[in-house]
């Protein structure tokens, strides 16, 4: 039977995560790594129906994104050297706070300890009500705490280490990147990029000239990025060890526009922002267009790709009421960023964190200017040349070198650093006091009339130099993944124990399940025939000939997500047609043999035009029931 | 004019190499990495063409591989804990000999010290042909030297550091893995992985099991990894982080072929074993079927995949010439290996290693079962149980328990793990002598008649447990990349200036160039209006709308590999036909506007059906010369 509309709950989802996470186990489909050796907090192994569905959403990824908005896809390495973290703020950031148990040296994360703390007083039937709400005020401001609020709470509430009930010491930071050295000598530390973005920005010259020398254009990158985390938990949720889809899309900063947003601008979409999140409201509905005329969101380019991604994880299954975008709060905004809207998907865990949608501001490439000492702007030609003021400062070299000897170089490259803005002020003081004062570098200077001279005139200017802008969409696949995994993953009504995966079929990890009827030499050498015909056709396929029921390898394939069987029985061999069936529906037609790549290629094409139901009145329908099998 | 059949040398393939080279950088394919810092050796970008192209090529292996040889592909973790390394025998033998500078502590590879050493002596006008000979035969043997004699060769030939002249240091072994701690407390020492295949080994059981408990079965995982090579060198060959492409192709000792070896077995390949090397003779043409028959290749499952591997590099436009089979000396042969060839590339370095067949034999498996403790056998049953000889040790408790007490376990423990050939020997030895001695941990155990009872008998066996062997292709994809660079790569005949990237249209990174004959407004924007129809059908392009000539603009998509070019004409305007150009031949049909997207979509298919010819037959030829235009 067909998929039943479902009323999601939070305690429904629950249910089904204990089962689907026994199926992610036994299936093989995502394991802890290093399994045999007792297995390694945050790594994980994906086995070949997880990796395929990952590759599988990668490649969506590419057409939806890089492919479909003619964006440039890049590939930096993973080992970053310390100058580039240290320019993006890595180093001295990048941290959580982390207390130690006094006597074992366990390490816990302050947060999730004082977190812990609050939920089980809130379950504890002697907290009065009044303590709850006390309580559940706290909760909401954990993240927004600093290093000594939490030493203080922890210290305050009489927080033992969990594990031995020992004293635990102050937060202390943690950086939560991993460190190693390049090269033989081990003078070149180095560490694993934290996100893709920083190879996006050191390599932006280049692109930009690949650009012909414009903005805007966007640069994406998808890699795996590394974080040390100090306590990972809830599956892929929080690993030590990540692929990330980043989008750096390089604007000017009065340009934050897109010429397709009237594709998008009609979607209705839950969004969050900070004032009904801190009224403790609930989301609302809104259209994207109403949202930026509003000034909800900061302006229309972060817009547009809020309503690209909102496509993107409704065309992967998830539905569209169980996403919505959150605003960071101004306290919980990244140290760069302008504005910042997460694209959540309700799970079993809550509501995840899934995509970043952020305004970098020109932090990054300005930065990396500053610190590789490399021009990171754009020069844009004005429409009309510009009449500008410019005020020009001329020394008496000879003068100043008699007064100041060497130091004199200090000022004239100070001076020459200086903006119109700066100068005119320098030119007034001179004016109105006939001397300028100024200390540089220790020393002071005081410049006279005889030592330096002060002009002003108009000058037509062509073009000016800026530091582009950044829009950065970041997507953690392995999030996707597992809002992809929850939301399409149900059970068969009336029978508990029959799940089935229903993903997208161009997502699908296999596409095909090929079955004998019976055991029989004739039908598996028909199996073995077909078989050959799917691999020089590129269909993906996994075959069942062990002697158990047909029902049984029917609801075996649905587990596993693959949208469509073959079924090999006695008019295949006098007729050459095979049963096609259908994973959510159940439903059955008779196709000739030799039409299974055909079909089977286009009903799992990216929006593909092709659909099952269109196949029930092209072909035969087969009359089956399915019984339970289990 | 189209590309001319051409006669490689070694000398062409250099001067073509200089301009490849300049090409990669200007047109931002493959810079190094972290260009704005300094530059960091061994570390690549690959900018929006180069990773376009490496993206398709992987895309291309996963159908040539891992979808028609319906392989598993898996993912793992880059980070790989010690035990996983110490068991594959990374942490004491993954190492390259280093020399120091005695006085400035720089480091170089004692290899490359000496083979340049010699180089240099070679091309001494002054070293006699007596010399030379004696020389060549030193250069040869440079790979196997131990570290005592790469040593001798250094200290006796009086080599200092080529840097400063000071003296060197006695070679060291350096380890190339990168390390680094995982978790807060930086207990657990980890390593970037130096192969993808250890992952697949300590999944093997998982992957065992999703296959039914059956071999054969083949697994793939696609990712980078790390050697922190001393020197790294010559582009992408010599890197710190790369990706490998690798097969793990589970099979059991005694039934290495392949069901498809007929699709394989007359191909001609150029292969070239150990005995032709060691005689110094070229490689010779040879069928794979017949390699097998002569066993000049161990088995037909290696020689499958070779041919296998075969087909997919000459797919990718590097022509069968200019690959070779080469087989490793023993001497070279790596610690686990049975069997090893090494696809070599011809290119302008000479011939490079670019894709591993080596027969592994069982033991990575052996040795993650012996340090995990985790069985990593497969079960087989037999056709027909067979009758075995069974030998039965039991022990009169009760007087051994006296005699050694608790010691008495040891024995115990030590005659559980026999086998049957061991219990065999101990029957012999007891029934002729009367006693059996035995030390166990130290103990010196002396049973006799009263202590002990062995009888034998026949017994049914159904089946057998069997570490299966493992054959792995490894694909060195930068390498490969490289190979087809400098093979896909030429000089239109008579204009040097004008160069080609000829790659496959289906490995193409962008498959269309979109240009205006003019930059007029109503010319630009109709290109504006098919950028739009491209994105829509997913169709990856890059237009040019600057003032430079069409020529131009058809020579730099040239260069850039973009196959097929539409050019937007007045005709364009009056009646929607563009210009569709072929990059090799130059040659242009006019086609409706609306049937861009499908043509070009067809054109750029893997094995697509449809080529450019076949236009030159349905569409109107235009009449162009191209003038040379730079």
């Known amino acids: 039977m067909q998929r039943p509309a479902e009323q999601y709950t939070k305690e429904k989802l629950l249910i089904k995560k204990k089962k689907l996470d026994d199926v992610l186990k036994q299936r093989n489909i995502v394991v802890q790594a290093y399994e045999i050796y007792g297995g390694i907090a945050g790594l994980y192994d994906m086995g070949p129906l997880g990796c395929a569905l990952k590759q599988n959403i990668l490649q969506f990824w590419r057409k939806h994104f890089t492919t479909y908005e003619n964006l440039f896809e890049v590939e930096g390495p993973i080992l970053t050297p310390k100058c580039v973290l240290e320019a993006s703020g890595h180093t001295a950031k990048f941290s959580d706070y982390m207390v130690k148990d006094m ?27 009044q303590e709850k709400e ?119 900063p009065d340009k934050k526009t897109h010429k397709n947003f009237a594709d998008v601008e009609n979607l209705n979409v839950q969004l969050y922002p900070r004032e009904l999140q801190l009224a403790d409201k609930e989301a609302e509905l809104m259209t994207l267009k109403q949202a930026v005329a509003d000034n909800v969101i900061n302006s229309q380019l972060l817009a547009y790709f809020m309503g690209r991604t909102y496509k993107f994880l409704t065309e992967l299954g998830i539905p569209g009421e169980h996403i919505r975008f959150r605003q960071h709060l101004k306290t919980e905004m990244a140290h760069y960023a302008k504005d910042c809207w997460d694209a959540e998907i309700r799970m079993s865990y809550g509501w995840v ?16 200017a500053r610190c590789s000492k490399v021009d990171q702007s754009v020069y844009i030609t004005f429409d009309e040349p510009k009449e500008v003021c410019e005020v020009t400062i001329t020394f008496n070299k000879g003068a100043l070198g008699k ?14 650093k200086l903006n119109e803005t700066e100068k005119e002020a320098i030119m007034k003081e001179f004016e109105a006091n006939g001397v300028w004062k100024i200390t540089v570098e220790n020393i002071n200077f005081e410049l006279k009339k005889e030592d330096m001279k002060i002009t002003s005139g108009m000058k037509k200017v062509h073009g000016e130099s800026i ?71 590129f269909v993906s396929f996994k075959s069942n000939t062990t002697a158990v029921a047909i029902g049984k390898k029917y609801s075996q394939a649905d587990e596993a997500g693959i949208p469509f069987a073959i079924t090999v029985d006695h008019k295949t061999l006098s007729e050459n047609t095979v049963t096609l069936r259908d994973r959510d529906t159940m439903k059955q037609v008779r196709v000739p043999e030799d039409k299974i790549v055909e079909l089977v290629t286009a009903l799992s094409q990216f929006h593909s035009i092709l659909k099952f139901e269109d196949l029930l009145k092209t072909y035969p329908v087969e009359e089956v029931k399915e019984v339970k099998e289990n």
């Open 103 to 129: 006597k074992n040296g366990c390490c816990y994360r302050a947060d999730h300890i004082l977190k812990t703390f609050y939920e089980k007083q809130m379950e504890d039937p002697k907290t009065s009500e």
């Open 134 to 252: 006390h309580l559940e005020a706290q909760m909401k401001v954990i993240d927004n705490l600093s290093k000594e609020e939490l030493g203080a709470a922890i210290k305050n509430n009489g927080i033992k280490a969990p594990d031995s009930g020992n004293d635990l010491s102050d937060p202390v930071p943690f950086n939560l990147m991993f460190a190693t050295d390049i090269g033989p000598v081990g003078d070149l530390k180095a560490f694993l990029r934290p996100e893709t973005a920083q190879g996006i920005f050191t390599m932006f010259k280049r692109n930009l000239e690949y650009n012909g020398g414009k903005v805007p254009f966007g640069v994406t990158q998808i890699g795996n990025v590394f974080r040390n985390e100090i306590a990972p938990r809830n599956g892929l949720l929080r690993v030590r060890e990540f692929t990330l889809a980043e989008i750096e899309y390089f604007v000017l």
């Open 353 to 368: 964190e899934c995509v970043g949608h952020a305004d970098r501001g020109d932090y990054d490439l300005s930065n990396h």
């Open 403 to 416: 007064k100041y000897r060497k130091d004199s170089q200090k000022l004239f490259a100070y001076v020459e």
């Open 467 to 537: 530091i582009p802008h950044v829009i950065e969409p970041s997507f953690g696949i392995g999030r996707v993944l597992t809002g992809v995994l929850e939301h399409c993953f149900w059970l068969r009504e009336g029978d508990e124990n029959r799940s089935v995966l229903s993903v997208p079929a161009a997502i699908a990890p296999v596409k095909l399940g090929i079955f004998p009827l019976l055991t029989k030499p004739e039908f598996t050498s028909k199996v073995s025939e077909i078989e050959g015909v799917c691999q020089r056709g």
